[in-house]
């Protein structure tokens, strides 16, 4: 079985990648090939890593979904103003069980408000916006821009 390993010069920062068959793996380093100023070092690289992290970090969260909330289906638009559909697989089961069970009407008395909380003032991005255009919330973006403007 083939390796490739990578080679660094540290004279002059050359680099090279050698496929070394199983019989030359404990070869000593090749001399460089740019200055001739002796024996290269192994240049370790860390392993490639499959998919983006965006990609694992959704599946990770369907994961979760899934099997902690029974959620068979959701979809996640991404886009400001668009609400996100969610399917459960037992529509009356949407909490998975916990220690939360024996306090489940406190549970749903904190869901409630919060719920109620969410109707009367928004997200919690509509709050920060309507304080921004309300004057309650100094703009810190535009602040900083303004200081760099004027230093420049």
């Keep these: 079985m083939p390796i490739v390993r ?3 010069c540290e004279a002059c920062a050359y680099t090279v990648e050698q496929t070394l068959p199983a019989e030359s793996w404990e070869a000593p380093p090749p001399e460089c090939p740019k200055c001739a100023a ?4 192994q240049d370790y690289k860390p392993p490639a890593i499959v998919g983006s992290t965006r990609a694992r970090a959704v599946a990770e969260a369907e994961r979760i979904a899934a099997e902690d909330y029974g959620v068979s ?5 991404g886009k400001e103003g668009v609400r996100n559909k969610v399917e459960y697989k037992e529509k009356a089961k949407v909490f998975p069980p916990s220690a939360w069970n024996g306090n489940r009407e406190v549970l749903e008395g904190a869901i ?9 003032y928004g997200s919690g991005l509509d709050v920060l916006q309507n304080a921004l255009k309300s004057g309650a919330q100094p703009d810190l973006i ?3 821009k303004r200081r760099m403007k004027d230093r420049w």
């Design 6 to 8: 990578s080679y660094f």
């Design 38 to 41: 002796g024996r290269m070092g």
């Design 73 to 77: 289906n959701m979809w996640i638009e």
């Design 112 to 120: 409630a408000v919060g719920r109620q909380t969410r109707q009367q």
């Design 142 to 144: 535009e602040n900083s």
